[in-house]
């Protein structure tokens, strides 16, 4: 195959028994795959600690019946139009609604948003998913 370096890897007796445990935990069809997931995912973090551009998502559950949280949440949002590219609602039933928050940017301004969101009072959950631009990761 093109563009495939080959390299041994040595390991532990009891630390590559956890790895193929996890292999099988997660569905991996080879320990090749498992090292690129986890390669990937390491890049992944690097991009969040390291403060460069990044992208995700910001998941809020609520009820939209607590007074002032719509316009609290607006108004934070609108604070931050820099990062966010799009916002989805979905009314889940008659008191509850998740919202969808897809970001992107350095994840200080990111995480800014996350930690106000998250202190609005009615807010049920909040959650980051620390995703990527993908510009880094092959
Ligand atoms: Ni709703």
Redo the contacts with the bound molecule.
């Keep these: 195959m093109p563009n495939i370096r080959r390299f041994s890897v040595s390991l532990e007796k009891d630390l590559s028994g956890q790895f193929d445990l996890l292999i099988k935990q997660k569905k991996c069809n080879s320990r090749s795959e498992a090292f690129r997931k986890l390669i990937k995912q390491e890049l992944i973090q690097e991009e969040w600690l390291k403060g460069r551009e990044t992208a995700g998502a910001i998941v809020l559950v609520y009820d939209?019946h607590k007074r002032e949280l719509l316009n609290k949440i607006m108004h934070i949002q609108h604070d931050y139009s820099g990062v966010i590219l799009s916002t989805q609602?979905?009314?889940?039933d008659h008191h509850?609604?998740?919202?969808v928050i897809i970001i992107k940017g350095k994840p200080r301004e990111v995480q800014g948003l996350r930690d106000k969101l998250k202190i609005i009072r009615g807010i049920k959950c909040s959650s980051l998913a620390m995703a990527s631009t993908g510009k880094e990761i092959p």
């Design positions: 939209h609602h979905v009314h889940l509850n609604c998740l919202e």
